[in-house]
């Protein structure tokens, strides 16, 4: 299995613009995770859904940032307007399933500068 | 909420000896697991090892084994003979396996702890 396939793997953008972060999650899994990844922060989950729906938002920094799962096999992550604070690394990983034992997979990433 | 503590930012070992990173974490539940992920300079997220808080027995995985104190709320990593390989950022994370709990789906990560290896 190619694991989990994140895109672009850089992205440089400037303030006020839209970024979209895409995922392609393990094939078969029915979770997926979106985290960033920051010096201040550390890792937080921003979203996770299963089964397509969106079950836990609570991380999401605000309304400029919306996550949509259209199927099992993509996921995206828009920010809209971007700002520099918002520069992180993305980070997506799928699971089998929702169960606190199932491991969760990490793909490589996207990390994210605004300037 | 839970809360994840990795109180060593860095930590050094030499090649082929033992070190062990530690990781305290705060919680109310008593049905959840633990992580120990690595990210090497790649920033791939590595799992490393798992505890089930519901297990006595303090899990193992080759070289890598932890030390699962549930009462102290403690999960400490041990590296054995470590390798240059082993060089990266540990992350301690949390999970609560109760579906009501708060924070069922998500991972709570600590703060990570940079290993250096020295030949």
């Known amino acids: 299995d190619a694991g989990v396939i994140q895109s672009p793997r850089h992205e440089v953008t400037e303030m006020g613009q839209e970024v979209t972060l895409r995922c392609k999650p393990i094939s078969g899994h029915n979770s997926l995770f979106w985290y960033r990844q920051t010096m201040m922060r550390g890792l937080e989950l921003l979203i996770y859904f299963n089964n397509n729906v969106p079950i836990d938002d609570s991380g999401m920094p605000e309304d400029r940032f919306s996550a949509k799962m259209p199927n099992a096999s993509f996921s995206t992550l828009k920010i809209q307007p971007s700002e520099p604070r918002d520069s992180a690394v993305y980070f997506c990983a799928s699971s089998l399933r929702d169960t606190a034992y199932n491991e969760q997979f990490f793909g490589p990433g996207t990390r994210l500068t605004v300037l | 909420a839970q809360t994840v503590t990795q109180s060593q930012p860095e930590m050094s070992v030499q090649e082929a000896e033992t070190v062990t990173l530690s990781c305290t974490y705060d919680t109310s539940e008593s049905d959840y697991y633990l992580f120990w992920y690595k990210q090497p300079p790649s920033r791939q997220m590595i799992l490393v090892i798992r505890?089930?808080?519901?297990?006595?027995q303090n899990a193992t995985e080759n070289r890598f084994s932890v030390n699962f104190q549930k009462a102290a709320k403690s999960f400490s990593l041990k590296i054995s003979d470590s390798q240059l390989g082993d060089a990266a950022m540990y992350f301690c994370a949390y999970r609560s396996a109760s579906a009501g709990g708060t924070s069922y789906g998500k991972l709570t990560f600590g703060q990570g702890t940079i290993l250096t290896v020295h030949p």
């Open positions: 505890q089930e808080a519901y297990k006595q």
